[in-house]
């Protein structure tokens, strides 16, 4: 079946960095689209960042010029890093995909960021 298992959440100062990591299983990968989403306290889950087939990428505005998403189809593994953090990005972030008609989620990895 298909997995989704991210990493590399964790308790950062403002100003820091981290990188996700999100190894998929049970997809052909390199034919996927994948995306990076964020849930805080209290609101709704949000896109963060996407990439496709081709390695186009796009992100919302507030996190433009301080993240970055990339993807190594030879590892199956979609990577968001995060710089210049702030006590806003504090969420659960989740890697998600479509295969078939199915939406798939990771259990999500908790970022908080001190101020």
């Known amino acids: 079946q298909v997995q989704l298992v991210e990493s590399g959440g964790g308790l950062v100062q403002a100003g820091g960095s981290l990188r996700l990591s999100c190894a998929a299983s049970g997809i052909i990968f390199r034919f996927v689209a994948m995306d990076w989403y964020r849930q805080a306290p209290g609101k709704q889950r949000e896109l963060v960042a996407a990439?496709?087939?081709?390695?186009?990428?796009n992100y919302a505005d507030s996190v433009k010029g301080r993240f970055t998403i990339s993807r190594d189809n030879a590892k199956n593994t979609v990577y968001l890093q995060m710089n210049s953090l702030k006590p806003e990005d504090r969420a659960v972030y989740y890697c998600?995909?479509?295969?078939?008609?199915?939406?798939?989620w990771g259990q999500g990895t908790q970022v908080t960021v001190s101020s």
């Open positions: 998600h995909t479509g295969w078939g008609s199915t939406d798939y």
């Open positions: 990439i496709t087939i081709g390695g186009s990428t």
